[in-house]
Antibody, heavy 121, light 108 residues
Framework: EVQLVESGGGLIQPGGSLRLSCGTS????????MSWVRQAPGKGLEWVSV???????YYADSVKGRFTISRDNSKNTVYLQMNGLRAEDTAMYYC???????????????WGQGTTVTVSS | EIVLTQSPGTLSLSLGERATLSCRAS???????LAWYQQKPGQAPRLLIY???SRATGIPDRFSGSGSGTDFTLTISRLEPEDFAVYYC?????????FGPGSKVDMK
């Protein structure tokens, strides 16, 4: 089963920074979009950010100006740099992508196992 | 920005019953941009349906999707024990990927 692997989560104080990583050895991450999705404890899914194969990046309003998504093609890895962290950023963070879904159609069929970010003093 | 709403919030059904879940968009969307996911506790979401009505790889045919414009539906024809979970719809816009709030299917 094709899968993504996230890392970098942890406990961080409000105002602090973390960098999450997401990679795989099974396909080239730059061939399609890569997205971050988060889920606060007991809550629903919240889309966070996307980086397209072109390099274009977009963000949810809740993280715009604080989070930056990027990609290192040489490491086949996507990152989420999170600055100015707040208590409300506490969540499980998943990376996800489209892999087997045909061109022109949309759905994220490959996900990581998630990495937990806890923002607390 | 387009907002997705889902109903009902919770659906209580028995094994073998039919589940019908609704996803409504605040404005008309392309059917190729609407997907459905299943999530169980402690697990990552799993893609069920993409492009409104196409089943993802390995998804049983008791799951089906339909709809157009602003109204979309996920139907589970006969509930199996493993189908009790939370279901989310998702819209793929160019500048945003938004999720609905989810619908929980639990056992009556």
């Amino acid at each position: 089963e094709v899968q993504l692997v996230e890392s970098g989560g942890g406990l961080i104080q409000p105002g602090g920074s973390l960098r999450l990583s997401c990679g795989t050895s099974e396909f080239i991450v730059s061939n399609n979009f890569m997205s971050w999705v988060r889920q606060a404890p007991g809550k629903g899914l919240e889309w966070v950010s996307v980086i397209y194969s072109s390099g274009s990046t977009y963000y949810a309003d809740s993280v715009k100006g604080r989070f930056t998504i990027s990609r290192d093609n040489s490491k086949n890895t996507v990152y989420l740099q999170m600055n100015g962290l707040r208590a409300e950023d506490t969540a499980m963070y998943y990376c996800a992508t489209k892999y087997g879904v045909p061109p022109g159609h949309y759905g994220m069929d490959v996900w990581g196992q998630g990495t937990t970010v806890t923002v607390s003093s | 920005e387009i907002v997705l709403t889902q109903s009902p919030g919770t659906l209580s059904l028995s094994l073998g019953e039919r589940a019908t879940l609704s996803c409504r968009a605040s404005q008309s969307i392309s059917s190729s941009h609407l997907a459905w996911y299943q999530q169980k506790p402690g697990q990552a979401p799993r893609l069920l349906i993409y492009a409104t009505s196409s089943r993802a790889t390995g998804i049983p045919d008791r799951f089906s999707g339909s709809g157009s414009g602003t109204d979309f539906t996920l139907t589970i024809s006969r509930l199996e024990p493993e189908d009790f979970a939370v279901y989310y719809c998702q819209l793929f816009g160019t500048f945003f990927f938004t999720f609905g709030p989810g619908s929980k299917v639990d056992m009556k």
